[in-house]
Protein backbone atom coordinates (compact mmCIF):
# COMPACT_ATOMS: atom_id res chain seq x y z
CA UNK A 1 0.00 0.00 0.00
CA UNK A 2 1.81 3.63 -1.33
CA UNK A 3 1.01 6.80 -1.55
CA UNK A 4 0.93 7.23 -5.53
CA UNK A 5 3.17 10.76 -7.16
CA UNK A 6 0.42 12.40 -7.86
CA UNK A 7 -1.23 12.46 -3.81
CA UNK A 8 1.51 13.98 -2.86
CA UNK A 9 0.39 17.27 -4.63
CA UNK A 10 -2.70 17.07 -2.55
CA UNK A 11 -6.34 17.78 -3.92
CA UNK A 12 -8.69 19.10 -1.46
CA UNK A 13 -12.05 17.57 -0.81
CA UNK A 14 -13.83 20.43 -3.00
CA UNK A 15 -11.20 19.91 -5.59
CA UNK A 16 -11.57 16.35 -5.99
CA UNK A 17 -15.31 16.05 -5.69
CA UNK A 18 -15.12 19.10 -8.59
CA UNK A 19 -13.02 16.83 -10.62
CA UNK A 20 -15.76 13.89 -10.06
CA UNK A 21 -18.61 15.94 -10.98
CA UNK A 22 -20.17 16.86 -7.78
CA UNK A 23 -20.45 19.49 -5.48
CA UNK A 24 -20.23 19.55 -1.67
CA UNK A 25 -23.47 18.15 0.03
CA UNK A 26 -22.87 17.16 3.66
CA UNK A 27 -20.86 18.84 6.40
CA UNK A 28 -17.31 17.65 6.91
CA UNK A 29 -17.06 16.74 10.55
CA UNK A 30 -15.83 13.44 10.90
CA UNK A 31 -12.35 12.90 11.36
CA UNK A 32 -10.50 8.89 10.27
CA UNK A 33 -11.42 8.11 14.13
CA UNK A 34 -14.72 8.77 13.82
CA UNK A 35 -15.33 7.20 10.60
CA UNK A 36 -13.24 4.02 11.96
CA UNK A 37 -15.29 4.14 14.95
CA UNK A 38 -18.55 3.91 12.58
CA UNK A 39 -17.49 1.23 10.77
CA UNK A 40 -16.08 -0.55 13.59
CA UNK A 41 -19.80 -0.24 15.81
CA UNK A 42 -21.37 -1.26 12.24
CA UNK A 43 -18.79 -4.61 12.36
CA UNK A 44 -19.46 -4.86 15.89
CA UNK A 45 -17.22 -7.65 17.22
CA UNK A 46 -19.62 -7.78 20.47
CA UNK A 47 -22.45 -8.53 18.53
CA UNK A 48 -21.91 -10.92 16.23
CA UNK A 49 -19.96 -13.16 18.60
CA UNK A 50 -23.05 -12.58 20.80
CA UNK A 51 -25.51 -13.92 18.13
CA UNK A 52 -23.09 -16.60 16.96
CA UNK A 53 -20.80 -18.26 19.70
CA UNK A 54 -23.35 -20.75 20.61
CA UNK A 55 -24.21 -21.64 17.03
CA UNK A 56 -20.36 -21.97 15.89
CA UNK A 57 -19.49 -24.28 19.39
CA UNK A 58 -22.41 -26.33 18.66
CA UNK A 59 -21.60 -26.65 15.00
CA UNK A 60 -17.83 -27.10 14.96
CA UNK A 61 -16.72 -26.50 18.70
CA UNK A 62 -13.93 -24.14 19.59
CA UNK A 63 -12.56 -24.76 16.48
CA UNK A 64 -15.11 -22.28 15.18
CA UNK A 65 -12.95 -19.44 16.67
CA UNK A 66 -10.36 -20.04 13.09
CA UNK A 67 -13.00 -18.81 10.95
CA UNK A 68 -12.56 -15.25 12.32
CA UNK A 69 -9.09 -15.27 10.86
CA UNK A 70 -9.90 -17.26 7.60
CA UNK A 71 -13.15 -14.74 6.74
CA UNK A 72 -10.64 -11.81 8.28
CA UNK A 73 -8.18 -12.64 6.08
CA UNK A 74 -10.69 -12.87 2.71
CA UNK A 75 -12.63 -9.76 3.77
CA UNK A 76 -9.32 -7.17 4.39
CA UNK A 77 -8.73 -8.56 0.30
CA UNK A 78 -11.89 -7.15 -0.05
CA UNK A 79 -11.91 -3.88 1.97
CA UNK A 80 -8.10 -3.20 0.02
CA UNK A 81 -9.89 -3.17 -3.30
CA UNK A 82 -12.93 -0.83 -1.46
CA UNK A 83 -9.72 1.09 -0.79
CA UNK A 84 -8.77 1.90 -3.91
CA UNK A 85 -11.93 2.54 -5.65
CA UNK A 86 -13.56 5.32 -2.54
CA UNK A 87 -9.56 7.14 -3.13
CA UNK A 88 -10.73 7.64 -6.47
CA UNK A 89 -14.46 8.45 -6.14
CA UNK A 90 -14.59 9.17 -1.91
CA UNK A 91 -18.50 9.78 -2.44
CA UNK A 92 -20.96 9.33 -0.52
CA UNK A 93 -23.61 6.07 -1.04
CA UNK A 94 -20.44 3.44 -1.22
CA UNK A 95 -21.84 0.73 -3.44
CA UNK A 96 -23.93 2.44 -5.59
CA UNK A 97 -21.61 5.50 -6.94
CA UNK A 98 -18.58 2.84 -6.95
CA UNK A 99 -20.47 0.62 -9.36
CA UNK A 100 -21.89 3.44 -11.40
CA UNK A 101 -18.75 4.61 -12.46
CA UNK A 102 -17.02 1.59 -12.02
CA UNK A 103 -19.43 -0.65 -14.44
CA UNK A 104 -22.62 1.65 -15.32
CA UNK A 105 -26.13 2.68 -14.46
CA UNK A 106 -27.95 -0.43 -15.03
CA UNK A 107 -25.22 -2.53 -12.66
CA UNK A 108 -25.24 -0.16 -10.15
CA UNK A 109 -28.87 -0.24 -9.84
CA UNK A 110 -29.16 -3.53 -9.30
CA UNK A 111 -26.26 -4.03 -6.75
CA UNK A 112 -27.03 -1.04 -4.77
CA UNK A 113 -31.05 -2.48 -4.47
CA UNK A 114 -30.02 -5.79 -3.36
CA UNK A 115 -27.58 -3.83 -0.99
CA UNK A 116 -30.25 -1.48 0.40
CA UNK A 117 -32.20 -4.49 1.30
CA UNK A 118 -29.61 -6.27 2.91
CA UNK A 119 -28.77 -3.75 4.82
CA UNK A 120 -32.36 -3.00 5.87
CA UNK A 121 -32.70 -6.41 7.11
CA UNK A 122 -29.41 -6.34 8.99
CA UNK A 123 -30.81 -3.21 11.06
CA UNK A 124 -34.17 -5.32 11.98
CA UNK A 125 -31.64 -8.50 13.18
CA UNK A 126 -29.35 -6.42 15.06
CA UNK A 127 -32.31 -4.84 16.53
CA UNK A 128 -34.10 -8.04 17.42
CA UNK A 129 -30.94 -9.48 18.92
CA UNK A 130 -30.56 -6.71 21.46
CA UNK A 131 -33.69 -6.80 22.97
CA UNK A 132 -32.79 -9.87 25.63
CA UNK A 133 -29.98 -7.02 26.32
CA UNK A 134 -32.21 -4.37 27.08
CA UNK A 135 -34.95 -6.28 28.61
CA UNK A 136 -32.02 -7.69 31.31
CA UNK A 137 -31.07 -3.96 32.25
CA UNK A 138 -34.80 -3.06 32.31
CA UNK A 139 -35.14 -5.99 35.01
CA UNK A 140 -38.02 -7.61 32.28
CA UNK A 141 -37.66 -11.34 33.71
CA UNK A 142 -40.14 -12.43 31.28
CA UNK A 143 -39.73 -11.93 27.52
CA UNK A 144 -42.66 -12.07 25.69
CA UNK A 145 -43.34 -11.70 21.80
CA UNK A 146 -45.11 -8.45 22.38
CA UNK A 147 -41.91 -7.26 24.62
CA UNK A 148 -39.60 -8.53 22.10
CA UNK A 149 -41.32 -6.27 19.45
CA UNK A 150 -41.83 -3.39 21.51
CA UNK A 151 -38.09 -3.36 22.44
CA UNK A 152 -36.91 -3.65 19.09
CA UNK A 153 -38.98 -0.68 18.13
CA UNK A 154 -37.47 1.24 21.15
CA UNK A 155 -34.34 0.56 20.03
CA UNK A 156 -34.49 1.64 16.09
CA UNK A 157 -36.27 4.89 17.63
CA UNK A 158 -33.79 5.75 19.89
CA UNK A 159 -31.11 5.69 16.90
CA UNK A 160 -33.47 7.13 14.80
CA UNK A 161 -33.31 10.23 16.95
CA UNK A 162 -29.95 10.43 17.61
CA UNK A 163 -29.24 10.17 13.55
CA UNK A 164 -31.35 12.97 13.25
CA UNK A 165 -29.17 15.09 15.74
CA UNK A 166 -26.37 15.57 12.65
CA UNK A 167 -22.99 13.99 11.12
CA UNK A 168 -21.41 15.29 14.55
CA UNK A 169 -24.10 13.27 17.29
CA UNK A 170 -23.21 10.59 14.63
CA UNK A 171 -19.52 11.13 15.21
CA UNK A 172 -20.16 10.91 19.30
CA UNK A 173 -22.14 8.16 19.51
CA UNK A 174 -19.85 5.90 17.42
CA UNK A 175 -16.97 7.19 19.30
CA UNK A 176 -18.86 6.17 22.30
CA UNK A 177 -19.76 2.78 20.78
CA UNK A 178 -16.24 2.00 20.12
CA UNK A 179 -14.95 2.71 23.45
CA UNK A 180 -18.00 0.13 24.88
CA UNK A 181 -17.08 -2.58 22.19
CA UNK A 182 -13.68 -2.36 23.29
CA UNK A 183 -14.36 -2.63 26.91
CA UNK A 184 -16.87 -5.55 26.49
CA UNK A 185 -14.72 -7.37 23.87
CA UNK A 186 -11.07 -6.58 24.38
CA UNK A 187 -11.58 -5.94 27.88
CA UNK A 188 -12.98 -8.82 29.29
CA UNK A 189 -11.18 -10.98 26.78
CA UNK A 190 -8.47 -10.35 28.36
CA UNK A 191 -9.43 -10.34 31.88
CA UNK A 192 -10.84 -14.44 31.03
CA UNK A 193 -7.62 -14.70 29.01
CA UNK A 194 -5.59 -13.87 31.96
CA UNK A 195 -7.41 -14.53 35.51
CA UNK A 196 -10.64 -17.17 34.74
CA UNK A 197 -8.96 -19.85 32.07
CA UNK A 198 -10.77 -22.85 32.77
CA UNK A 199 -9.85 -24.51 29.47
CA UNK A 200 -6.35 -25.69 27.69
CA UNK A 201 -5.46 -23.68 24.67
CA UNK A 202 -5.20 -27.16 22.77
CA UNK A 203 -9.64 -27.30 23.20
CA UNK A 204 -9.28 -25.19 20.15
CA UNK A 205 -6.86 -28.23 17.98
CA UNK A 206 -8.76 -31.51 19.44
CA UNK A 207 -11.27 -31.12 17.13
CA UNK A 208 -15.19 -31.55 17.00
CA UNK A 209 -15.77 -31.47 21.06
CA UNK A 210 -19.40 -33.08 20.20
CA UNK A 211 -18.02 -36.04 18.84
CA UNK A 212 -19.24 -35.31 14.83
CA UNK A 213 -16.95 -38.19 12.59
CA UNK A 214 -16.83 -35.41 9.30
CA UNK A 215 -14.85 -32.42 11.35
CA UNK A 216 -14.41 -30.92 7.85
CA UNK A 217 -18.36 -30.85 7.37
CA UNK A 218 -18.85 -29.25 10.60
CA UNK A 219 -16.29 -26.74 10.54
CA UNK A 220 -17.25 -25.63 7.08
CA UNK A 221 -21.19 -25.25 8.48
CA UNK A 222 -19.15 -22.77 11.31
CA UNK A 223 -18.32 -20.57 8.70
CA UNK A 224 -21.35 -17.71 9.41
CA UNK A 225 -19.37 -17.14 12.46
CA UNK A 226 -16.75 -15.40 10.43
CA UNK A 227 -19.29 -14.49 8.09
CA UNK A 228 -21.79 -12.64 9.78
CA UNK A 229 -19.28 -9.98 11.12
CA UNK A 230 -17.20 -8.54 9.00
CA UNK A 231 -18.54 -5.67 6.47
CA UNK A 232 -18.93 -3.14 8.55
CA UNK A 233 -15.61 -1.18 6.75
CA UNK A 234 -17.71 -0.47 4.09
CA UNK A 235 -19.62 1.64 6.26
CA UNK A 236 -16.63 4.40 6.31
CA UNK A 237 -17.14 4.62 2.59
CA UNK A 238 -20.94 5.61 2.79
CA UNK A 239 -20.06 8.64 4.39
CA UNK A 240 -17.34 9.64 2.74
CA UNK A 241 -18.33 13.27 1.85
CA UNK A 242 -18.87 13.80 5.64
CA UNK A 243 -15.26 13.13 6.31
CA UNK A 244 -11.88 15.53 5.78
CA UNK A 245 -9.46 14.32 3.43
CA UNK A 246 -11.83 11.29 2.37
CA UNK A 247 -9.81 10.45 -0.56
CA UNK A 248 -7.14 9.47 1.91
CA UNK A 249 -8.62 8.85 5.90
CA UNK A 250 -11.53 6.59 4.51
CA UNK A 251 -8.88 3.67 2.82
CA UNK A 252 -7.16 3.75 6.16
CA UNK A 253 -10.51 3.47 8.07
CA UNK A 254 -11.72 0.95 6.32
CA UNK A 255 -8.47 -1.54 6.64
CA UNK A 256 -8.07 -0.19 10.40
CA UNK A 257 -11.93 -1.57 11.07
CA UNK A 258 -11.08 -5.18 9.76
CA UNK A 259 -7.81 -4.86 11.46
CA UNK A 260 -8.92 -3.59 15.32
CA UNK A 261 -12.72 -5.89 14.44
CA UNK A 262 -10.76 -9.07 13.75
CA UNK A 263 -8.88 -9.01 16.91
CA UNK A 264 -11.37 -8.03 18.93
CA UNK A 265 -13.38 -10.66 17.78
CA UNK A 266 -10.96 -13.27 18.37
CA UNK A 267 -9.91 -11.98 21.67
CA UNK A 268 -13.20 -12.38 22.45
CA UNK A 269 -14.20 -15.82 21.10
CA UNK A 270 -11.16 -16.86 22.72
CA UNK A 271 -12.07 -15.81 25.97
CA UNK A 272 -14.97 -16.93 26.69
CA UNK A 273 -14.34 -20.55 25.04
CA UNK A 274 -10.85 -20.82 27.74
CA UNK A 275 -13.25 -19.62 30.45
CA UNK A 276 -16.03 -21.71 29.70
CA UNK A 277 -16.94 -24.19 32.86
CA UNK A 278 -18.24 -26.49 31.09
CA UNK A 279 -17.99 -26.65 27.30
CA UNK A 280 -19.49 -29.86 26.39
CA UNK A 281 -22.58 -29.22 28.80
CA UNK A 282 -23.15 -25.55 26.80
CA UNK A 283 -22.85 -27.44 23.49
CA UNK A 284 -26.12 -30.25 24.71
CA UNK A 285 -27.96 -27.87 25.93
CA UNK A 286 -27.46 -25.23 22.92
CA UNK A 287 -28.49 -28.23 20.90
CA UNK A 288 -31.02 -29.49 23.42
CA UNK A 289 -32.60 -25.55 22.91
CA UNK A 290 -32.09 -25.70 27.01
CA UNK A 291 -29.93 -22.70 26.85
CA UNK A 292 -29.41 -20.87 23.74
CA UNK A 293 -27.56 -17.52 25.27
CA UNK A 294 -23.85 -19.74 26.46
CA UNK A 295 -22.30 -16.52 26.64
CA UNK A 296 -24.84 -14.97 29.52
CA UNK A 297 -23.96 -18.41 31.39
CA UNK A 298 -20.52 -18.16 31.44
CA UNK A 299 -21.10 -14.54 32.14
CA UNK A 300 -23.05 -14.82 35.25
CA UNK A 301 -20.63 -17.76 36.45
CA UNK A 302 -17.37 -15.42 36.30
CA UNK A 303 -18.66 -12.07 37.22
CA UNK A 304 -21.68 -12.60 39.39
CA UNK A 305 -25.26 -10.98 38.94
CA UNK A 306 -23.43 -7.56 39.52
CA UNK A 307 -20.94 -8.28 36.73
CA UNK A 308 -23.34 -9.34 34.58
CA UNK A 309 -25.31 -6.28 34.65
CA UNK A 310 -22.63 -4.23 34.39
CA UNK A 311 -21.91 -5.87 30.91
CA UNK A 312 -25.09 -6.05 29.83
CA UNK A 313 -25.13 -1.92 30.05
CA UNK A 314 -22.18 -2.08 27.93
CA UNK A 315 -23.53 -4.87 25.48
CA UNK A 316 -27.23 -2.76 24.87
CA UNK A 317 -24.87 0.69 24.08
CA UNK A 318 -23.10 -1.56 21.53
CA UNK A 319 -26.14 -2.90 19.74
CA UNK A 320 -27.62 1.19 20.30
CA UNK A 321 -24.28 2.32 18.31
CA UNK A 322 -24.50 -0.54 15.91
CA UNK A 323 -28.15 -0.11 14.71
CA UNK A 324 -27.53 3.74 14.91
CA UNK A 325 -24.01 3.07 11.99
CA UNK A 326 -26.37 1.03 10.22
CA UNK A 327 -29.22 3.54 9.34
CA UNK A 328 -26.36 6.36 8.91
CA UNK A 329 -24.58 3.96 5.99
CA UNK A 330 -28.12 2.41 4.78
CA UNK A 331 -29.59 6.33 4.44
CA UNK A 332 -26.60 7.88 2.77
CA UNK A 333 -27.39 4.65 -0.28
CA UNK A 334 -30.79 5.60 -0.35
CA UNK A 335 -29.65 9.22 -0.53
CA UNK A 336 -27.05 8.79 -3.22
CA UNK A 337 -29.38 6.57 -5.18
CA UNK A 338 -32.30 9.16 -5.17
CA UNK A 339 -30.16 12.19 -5.83
CA UNK A 340 -29.63 10.82 -9.12
CA UNK A 341 -33.05 10.02 -9.32
CA UNK A 342 -32.86 6.41 -9.32
CA UNK A 343 -35.77 5.57 -6.81
CA UNK A 344 -39.32 5.76 -6.44
CA UNK A 345 -39.65 9.29 -4.67
CA UNK A 346 -36.51 10.41 -5.29
CA UNK A 347 -36.81 13.95 -4.59
CA UNK A 348 -38.51 13.49 -1.55
CA UNK A 349 -35.63 11.04 -0.40
CA UNK A 350 -33.18 13.06 -1.76
CA UNK A 351 -33.81 15.96 0.51
CA UNK A 352 -31.04 16.87 3.27
CA UNK A 353 -32.15 18.50 6.64
CA UNK A 354 -30.43 22.58 6.13
CA UNK A 355 -30.12 22.22 9.83
CA UNK A 356 -28.50 18.96 10.30
CA UNK A 357 -26.94 18.15 7.21
CA UNK A 358 -28.04 14.88 6.61
CA UNK A 359 -31.15 12.85 4.60
CA UNK A 360 -33.67 12.70 7.04
CA UNK A 361 -36.44 11.43 4.67
CA UNK A 362 -33.87 8.47 3.42
CA UNK A 363 -33.04 7.78 7.83
CA UNK A 364 -36.49 7.93 8.08
CA UNK A 365 -36.95 5.38 5.28
CA UNK A 366 -33.87 3.12 6.85
CA UNK A 367 -35.83 2.92 10.31
CA UNK A 368 -39.49 2.41 9.22
CA UNK A 369 -39.41 -0.47 6.87
CA UNK A 370 -37.04 -1.95 9.70
CA UNK A 371 -39.98 -1.68 12.18
CA UNK A 372 -42.47 -3.15 9.87
CA UNK A 373 -40.02 -5.87 9.62
CA UNK A 374 -39.79 -6.45 13.27
CA UNK A 375 -44.15 -6.86 13.00
CA UNK A 376 -43.27 -9.43 10.50
CA UNK A 377 -40.58 -11.56 12.81
CA UNK A 378 -43.16 -11.04 15.74
CA UNK A 379 -45.91 -12.72 13.89
CA UNK A 380 -43.62 -15.47 12.81
CA UNK A 381 -40.37 -15.64 15.00
CA UNK A 382 -38.94 -18.70 12.91
CA UNK A 383 -38.31 -15.96 10.54
CA UNK A 384 -35.06 -14.16 12.20
CA UNK A 385 -32.44 -16.60 11.20
CA UNK A 386 -33.31 -16.66 7.78
CA UNK A 387 -33.60 -13.16 6.65
CA UNK A 388 -30.29 -12.87 8.70
CA UNK A 389 -28.89 -14.97 6.37
CA UNK A 390 -30.21 -13.53 3.30
CA UNK A 391 -28.80 -10.32 4.44
CA UNK A 392 -25.26 -11.69 5.06
CA UNK A 393 -25.56 -13.25 1.15
CA UNK A 394 -27.03 -9.80 -0.15
CA UNK A 395 -24.59 -7.76 1.52
CA UNK A 396 -21.49 -10.47 -0.22
CA UNK A 397 -22.96 -10.26 -3.53
CA UNK A 398 -23.11 -6.49 -3.87
CA UNK A 399 -19.39 -6.41 -2.08
CA UNK A 400 -18.29 -8.71 -4.83
CA UNK A 401 -20.03 -6.61 -7.62
CA UNK A 402 -17.32 -3.81 -7.09
CA UNK A 403 -14.69 -6.01 -6.88
CA UNK A 404 -15.49 -7.54 -9.79
CA UNK A 405 -16.23 -3.95 -11.56
CA UNK A 406 -12.79 -3.06 -10.28
CA UNK A 407 -11.02 -6.04 -11.85
CA UNK A 408 -12.75 -5.46 -15.32
CA UNK A 409 -11.27 -1.76 -15.58
CA UNK A 410 -8.00 -2.84 -14.56
CA UNK A 411 -8.10 -5.67 -17.59
CA UNK A 412 -9.16 -2.58 -19.32
CA UNK A 413 -6.11 -0.50 -18.21
CA UNK A 414 -7.19 1.48 -15.01
CA UNK A 415 -4.61 2.60 -12.53
CA UNK A 416 -6.11 3.25 -9.62
CA UNK A 417 -5.54 7.79 -9.37
CA UNK A 418 -6.29 8.11 -5.65
CA UNK A 419 -4.14 8.91 -2.95
CA UNK A 420 -4.37 4.78 -1.61
CA UNK A 421 -3.24 2.74 -3.90
CA UNK A 422 -1.21 -1.07 -4.13
CA UNK A 423 0.72 -0.07 -7.17
CA UNK A 424 1.46 -3.11 -8.62
CA UNK A 425 -0.15 -5.65 -6.43
CA UNK A 426 -3.63 -4.32 -7.01
CA UNK A 427 -4.41 -7.14 -10.04
CA UNK A 428 -3.55 -9.81 -7.66
CA UNK A 429 -5.45 -8.53 -4.40
CA UNK A 430 -8.42 -7.79 -6.90
CA UNK A 431 -8.41 -11.34 -8.37
CA UNK A 432 -7.48 -12.70 -4.72
CA UNK A 433 -10.87 -10.89 -3.44
CA UNK A 434 -13.22 -12.47 -6.29
CA UNK A 435 -12.11 -16.03 -5.57
CA UNK A 436 -12.63 -15.66 -2.17
CA UNK A 437 -16.08 -13.41 -2.24
CA UNK A 438 -16.89 -16.39 -4.97
CA UNK A 439 -16.55 -19.19 -2.24
CA UNK A 440 -18.41 -17.26 0.41
CA UNK A 441 -21.27 -16.28 -1.79
CA UNK A 442 -21.58 -20.25 -2.55
CA UNK A 443 -20.79 -21.29 1.15
CA UNK A 444 -23.94 -18.75 2.11
CA UNK A 445 -25.85 -20.51 -0.59
CA UNK A 446 -26.03 -23.92 0.92
CA UNK A 447 -29.41 -25.05 1.53
CA UNK A 448 -30.44 -26.48 4.66
CA UNK A 449 -31.06 -29.69 5.54
CA UNK A 450 -34.10 -29.96 7.65
CA UNK A 451 -35.93 -31.27 4.81
CA UNK A 452 -38.61 -28.51 4.43
CA UNK A 453 -38.30 -27.38 1.32
CA UNK A 454 -39.45 -23.82 2.67
CA UNK A 455 -37.41 -24.08 5.42
CA UNK A 456 -34.18 -24.92 3.72
CA UNK A 457 -34.38 -22.39 0.68
CA UNK A 458 -35.90 -19.43 2.56
CA UNK A 459 -32.18 -17.42 1.82
CA UNK A 460 -32.64 -18.36 -1.91
CA UNK A 461 -36.60 -17.57 -2.00
CA UNK A 462 -35.92 -14.20 -0.39
CA UNK A 463 -32.96 -13.29 -2.89
CA UNK A 464 -35.31 -14.72 -5.75
CA UNK A 465 -37.58 -12.11 -4.57
CA UNK A 466 -35.49 -9.15 -3.81
CA UNK A 467 -33.96 -9.52 -7.96
CA UNK A 468 -37.45 -10.30 -9.28
CA UNK A 469 -39.71 -7.21 -7.34
CA UNK A 470 -36.32 -4.77 -8.42
CA UNK A 471 -36.59 -6.14 -12.20
CA UNK A 472 -39.86 -5.79 -12.62
CA UNK A 473 -39.49 -1.94 -10.97
CA UNK A 474 -36.96 -1.44 -13.23
CA UNK A 475 -38.43 -2.98 -16.04
CA UNK A 476 -41.66 -0.49 -16.15
CA UNK A 477 -39.63 2.37 -14.36
CA UNK A 478 -36.33 2.84 -16.48
CA UNK A 479 -34.53 4.71 -13.72
CA UNK A 480 -30.89 4.51 -15.76
CA UNK A 481 -33.00 6.59 -18.03
CA UNK A 482 -33.62 9.50 -16.07
CA UNK A 483 -30.51 10.15 -14.85
CA UNK A 484 -27.72 11.97 -16.12
CA UNK A 485 -25.34 10.90 -13.91
CA UNK A 486 -21.47 10.52 -14.72
CA UNK A 487 -21.22 6.17 -15.52
CA UNK A 488 -18.62 3.93 -16.18
CA UNK A 489 -15.81 6.87 -16.17
CA UNK A 490 -13.42 5.11 -14.22
CA UNK A 491 -10.68 5.56 -16.74
CA UNK A 492 -11.61 9.27 -17.76
CA UNK A 493 -11.53 10.28 -14.17
CA UNK A 494 -8.33 8.80 -13.30
CA UNK A 495 -6.80 10.86 -16.17
CA UNK A 496 -8.47 13.79 -15.09
CA UNK A 497 -7.53 13.25 -11.32
CA UNK A 498 -3.53 12.92 -12.59
CA UNK A 499 -4.11 15.67 -14.70
CA UNK A 500 -5.56 17.94 -11.48
CA UNK A 501 -2.25 16.72 -9.58
CA UNK A 502 -0.16 17.87 -11.97
CA UNK A 503 -1.29 21.23 -12.74
CA UNK A 504 -1.02 22.38 -8.76
Known sequence: M?????????????????????????????????????????????????????????????????????????Q???????????????????????????????????????????????????AEYGTGFLANVLGITEITPEITLTLALVLLVIALVLNLGGTK??????????????VGVVGLGLYFLIFQRKNDLSVFFDGFINGGEDYMTAFVGAAIVGLFMFYGFEACGDVAEEVSDAARQVPRAMYLTIFVGGISALMSYVGYVLAAPDLQKIIDDYNSGANYDPIGTILTAILG???????????????????????????????????????????????????SQVPTNALIVASVVPMALCVVIYVNPATLLPITMFAVLGI???????????????????????????????????????????????????????????????????????????TVYFLIARPDRKSTAPQGDALEVAAKIREAHAAK
Open 396 to 470: YIAFQSVVLAALRQRVKGWKPAGPFSLGQWGIVVNVAALAYGIWAIYTLMQPGVSGDFATDYVVHIGLATVIVVG
Open 76 to 126: LLVALVMGEVVSQYPIAGGIYPWMRRLWGARSAWFAAWIYVWAMIVTITSV
Open 169 to 182: MLSRVARIGLMAEL
Open 305 to 355: ETGMRIFLVVAVMAFISCILSLQAAASRLLHSFARDHMLPGSAWLSKISPR
Open 2 to 74: SDNGSAKAGLGDSEHLSVLGHGNTYHRSMSLWANLALGFTYLSPLVAIYAYFGLGLATAGPGSVFWILIVGAG
